[in-house]
């Protein structure tokens, strides 16, 4: 089974703190994706990483930024952290399209932040 | 962008009913997917259904595809306490050489004994 895991289930931080959160999957997926999830928004991809050092902005990439060293883990970057921020954070991973089309995604159990 | 939305928000039933979800999309779709999400857990994959298919199977699941209404529907038949979570479309687009995939708000199924 794909196993995706993500460092913190829950992580209380400070507004302004630079804050990690870290994502590693077993399945040497070539993709990788951040979402944010919030009550009656759904979940909004943040960005996304086709391969490693690569990186694209998803839906709503203001005040994030990733890193992608190794092809396993993705990471996600809370420069400043703020309010607004405070959410549940999920990470995914996939086959790429040009070995199979239309791959499921696999998650991770999520990191519930909080910016106080 | 909300691509995917789904109908209705809230559903209760009694164990051993079916259950009927719907999501409607805006855009042209390479494939289209539904998530299962447990209460404060990860989303897991149900079932891919392509642009080119109308419908799927997957145990109690079928799932059917119109492309010319832009919509979709996920059928749980004989449904289990255990099948209380939320539920969620995913479009898919391909993009690059990776599966973005936009999602819709969810719709919570609480399947009562």
């Known amino acids: 089974d794909v196993k995706v895991t993500q460092s913190s289930r829950y992580l209380v931080k400070r507004t302004g703190e630079k804050v990690f959160l870290e994502c590693v999957q077993d399945?040497?997926?070539?993709?990788m994706f951040w979402y944010r999830q919030d009550p009656g928004l759904g979940l909004r991809l943040i960005y996304f990483?086709?391969?490693?050092?690569?990186?694209e902005k998803g839906d709503i990439p203001e005040g994030y930024s990733v890193s992608r060293e190794k092809k396993e883990r993705f990471s996600l970057i809370l420069e400043s952290a703020s309010t607004n921020q405070t959410s549940m954070y999920l990470c995914?991973?996939?086959?790429?399209?040009?070995?199979?089309?239309?791959?499921?995604?696999?998650f991770g159990d999520g990191t519930r932040l909080s910016i106080l | 962008s909300q691509q995917g939305e789904e109908d209705p928000q809230a559903l209760s039933i009694q164990e051993g009913e079916n259950a009927t979800m719907n999501c409607s999309y805006k855009t042209s779709i390479n494939n289209l997917q539904w998530y299962r999400q447990n209460s404060g857990r990860g989303l897991v994959h149900l079932i891919l259904i392509r642009s080119n298919e109308r419908e799927k199977h997957s145990g109690r699941l079928r799932v059917t595809l119109d492309t010319s209404k832009k919509s979709s529907s996920l059928l749980i038949t004989a449904s289990r306490a255990a099948d209380t979570a939320s539920y969620f479309c995913?479009?898919?687009?391909?993009?690059?050489?990776?599966?973005?995939?936009?999602f819709g708000t969810g719709t919570q199924l609480k399947v009562e004994l």
């Open positions: 990483s086709y391969d490693v050092k690569m990186k």
């Open positions: 399945m040497d997926h070539e993709n």
């Open positions: 995914a991973s996939s086959f790429p399209a040009r070995v199979r089309s239309n791959q499921p995604q696999h």
């Open positions: 995913a479009t898919g687009a391909l993009t690059g050489g990776g599966n973005k995939l936009t």
